[in-house]
């Protein structure tokens, strides 16, 4: 099965930006839908960002229009762009895989993803 590595996670100011990475091991990486999850303390896990095999994109309430999701299949490694950040994007990111797109994909629901990373942390501080 597909292995994902999170990096890029850390401190930063709030308004700043922070670009996370997730490398798959997988010679299948291109083929799988691919998203990002957060989770703060005492929070229920939260859908950040998807991007689907043809490089359509989805976002989350929260982030849209201040993050990016991409993704460069040559190297095997997924994005997140995070800009104009504030404290309450403070969690753990994890990046996520699926076989295929699920059905209602624009929802972003964890529970459709069954491949995970040991996750990433951002702190935003004000």
């Known amino acids: 099965q597909v292995q994902l590595v999170e990096s890029g996670g850390g401190s930063v100011q709030a308004g700043g930006s922070l670009r996370l990475s997730c490398a798959a091991s997988?010679?299948?990486?291109?083929?799988?839908?691919m998203g990002w999850f957060r989770q703060a303390p005492g929070k229920e896990r939260e859908g950040v960002a998807a991007?689907?095999?043809?490089?359509?994109?989805t976002y989350g309430g929260s982030v849209k229009g201040r993050f990016t999701i991409s993704k460069d299949n040559a190297k095997n490694t997924l994005y997140l762009q995070m800009n104009s950040m504030q404290p309450e994007d403070s969690a753990m990111y994890y990046c996520?895989?699926?076989?295929?797109?699920?059905?209602?994909?624009?929802?972003?629901?964890?529970?459709?993803?069954?491949?995970w990373g040991q996750g990433t942390q951002v702190t935003v501080s004000s």
């Open positions: 997988g010679y299948t990486y291109s083929n799988y839908y």
């Open positions: 991007i689907d095999t043809a490089g359509i994109t």
């Open positions: 996520a895989a699926a076989n295929f797109r699920p059905r209602g994909w624009w929802l972003l629901r964890h529970q459709d993803f069954g491949y």
